[in-house]
């Protein structure tokens, strides 16, 4: 098991435990994390799974594919630490993992 965080736009945080081989947006929507909303269930076709990574895992998560770098034109306030969570699958390497969501999704 990975422990991840997910802090919201307000603040709020909220630790999980998230089994390797799932993905951070499957684990949001497991435990009900606010500011996930995953339209399109992971497909990679929405843009409202948009979490900010800390900079300091960039690294261990990872660069977006050109097909996830596409539908973060469409997300909301993006960074150079912008990933889509149903992107990023879980590792032991991850974890400790902290992200945050955006103020509002695409």
Same mark, same amino acid.
């Given at each position: *098991?990975?422990?991840?965080?997910?802090?919201?736009?307000?603040?709020?945080?909220?630790?999980?435990?998230?089994a390797?081989?799932?993905?951070?947006?499957?684990?949001?929507?497991?435990? +009900?994390?606010?500011?996930?909303?995953?339209?399109?269930?992971?497909?990679?076709?929405? #843009?409202?799974?948009?979490?900010?990574?800390?900079?300091?895992?960039?690294?261990?998560?990872?660069s #977006?594919?050109?097909?996830?770098? +596409? *539908?973060?034109?469409?997300?909301? +306030?993006?960074?150079?630490?912008?990933?889509?969570?149903? @992107?990023?699958?879980?590792?032991?390497?991850?974890?400790?993992?902290?992200?945050?969501?955006?103020?509002? @999704?695409?």
């Amino acid at each position: *098991m990975a422990r991840i965080t997910y802090i919201t736009f307000d603040g709020t945080t909220y630790e999980v435990d998230a089994a390797p081989g799932s993905t951070v947006m499957e684990n949001a929507v497991r435990n +009900d994390i606010p500011g996930i909303d995953a339209e399109c269930g992971g497909a990679c076709a929405c #843009a409202t799974c948009h979490v900010y990574v800390e900079p300091e895992w960039m690294e261990a998560v990872g660069s #977006a594919e050109p097909m996830e770098e +596409d *539908m973060l034109d469409f997300a909301y +306030d993006v960074r150079p630490n912008s990933r889509l969570s149903c @992107q990023i699958k879980v590792t032991p390497e991850l974890d400790g993992l902290v992200v945050h969501t955006p103020e509002r @999704q695409a």
